[in-house]
């Protein structure tokens, strides 16, 4: 990496503070004039309650999912938000909290941690597909939430065909030339005769949301593998050797110690880059020198090269000991991102791009597997954020600044329509504002990326402005739910 000292990635403390439900849309107070051409909602998910019915949570990821929406119709931004009625969520409702385990919080009393798995706080992504709104994380399945009232359906489980014992991660992937989405789960599920094996279980689920295996990725640890990417044949894993130490995962199960801890880095082990077809066949298996990252932004393939782009950390701390300290509004963060190209002949090779430090890349989605030029990426510098244009093309980097004390999530790009031009639209962006303790939506014009925003939509409240979600040009709503 270019860069050797993290920067401090500065939240005031009051973002983490319990956010309440908004169970009835409202209509947000405008700034600017929403385009007439923007149509459609943006659903949102992300940690919203960190400590109700005897629950404290340790770490960032063991927050409680709150699915939000932000309908724009006619001009107007309306809002809900309901938290995922998990078991985690019921459990805590009735004052049974502090029996919750999860990735990094135990629970009170080693029968409540012993043999248990961590809960599913359900808190990551928001996916639409299939006319389905899926909320997922990373150690649990998928959760059907309501598109229009928000309201929990339950687990989906893809009509059974999802093996009890896998999961179903949080970053899938839609190929928006075939309509599929493909997405992955570490599979436990145990084997006839064996002992109980590690694997990367393939998953796709067809426009009409059925679904197949395609395949397993053997694993000789248990690793941390959070993304992936798709190409136009292949789906993409670069197995970075977070792993799961034997002994502490042991005693973790065993109720001594959270399972996220058990997790370490481990770079003397190195680092594989797996593709797997998307069609069936055997896998490619490239080993490279190793490197820490979450995040994927995209992937393509170049006269017979691999080219895949990602946000490489310093160090994997920031997922394990950093995130814990949400609660102080402090969060060091090293990362660039990084361009790894896999030569037809097995070779890898790195280029990293300087930024002070920066994560959640995203692209024009109807890119998603093809060449792509832009990278949009979120930068944090001490007190506030800038919202990054990454020209692939130019090299050229273009940024959006925000007023000071104002902390931004993930930049999503929606097109002005189906056939305009890579940047042609706009990127919205929720932001948290200390000195006002709200969270608001920014509509930015893409192509003029250091303008100020052609609006902003705000609430009288607030709710932490991450993690993940999705645009879809159906407009969402009461209307709607009740004409189904």
Partial sequence: MTSTTPNIRQYNARTFEDAPEVPHEVELELTGVVPQELQGTLYRIGPGRFNTGGFAAGHIFDGDGLV???????????????????????AQEAGRGAEVRGLYT???????????????????????HAERLLALSDIGHAWDIDLDDLTTKGVCDFNGRLPRLSRFSAHPKIDPVTGELFNFGLDLAPRLGMHIPAGLRCYRVDPS?????????????????????????YLVFALSPITVDPIKGALALAGFGTIGDAA????EKGMKIVLVPRNGGRQRVIECDPLVY???GNAYEDSGDIVLDLVQHQSSEFLSSALKTFRDGVLPLAACPTRLRITS????????????ACEFPTHDERRTGREHRFTYLTEFADGSSVIAKVDHLTGELRQHAFESSTTAGEPIFVPRSDNAAEDDGWVLVLTYNAAEHRTALHIVDAARIEDEPVAIARLTGHFYPGFHGSFTPRVAGSKAASQK
């Avoid at 809900?80 to 985690?88: A, C, E, L, W």
């Avoid at 059925?210 to 044949?233: K, W």
């Fill in 264 to 267: 370490e880095y481990r770079p």
């Fill in 68 to 90: 939000s929406k932000f309908v724009i119709d006619g001009g107007a931004v309306r809002f809900q938000s309901r938290y995922v009625r998990t078991p985690k969520f019921r």
């Fill in 209 to 233: 949301g059925r679904l197949t295996t395609i395949g397993v990725v053997p694993l000789e640890d248990v690793i941390v593998q959070h993304d992936f990417a798709i190409t136009e044949n």
């Fill in 294 to 296: 979450f995040h994927v």
């Fill in 106 to 128: 135990q629970a009170r009393g080693l029968r409540h941690n012993a043999g248990q798995f961590a809960a599913d706080s359900a808190n990551t992504h928001a996916v639409v």
């Fill in 345 to 356: 002949r097995g070779r890898v090779l790195r280029d990293d791009i300087e930024m002070v």
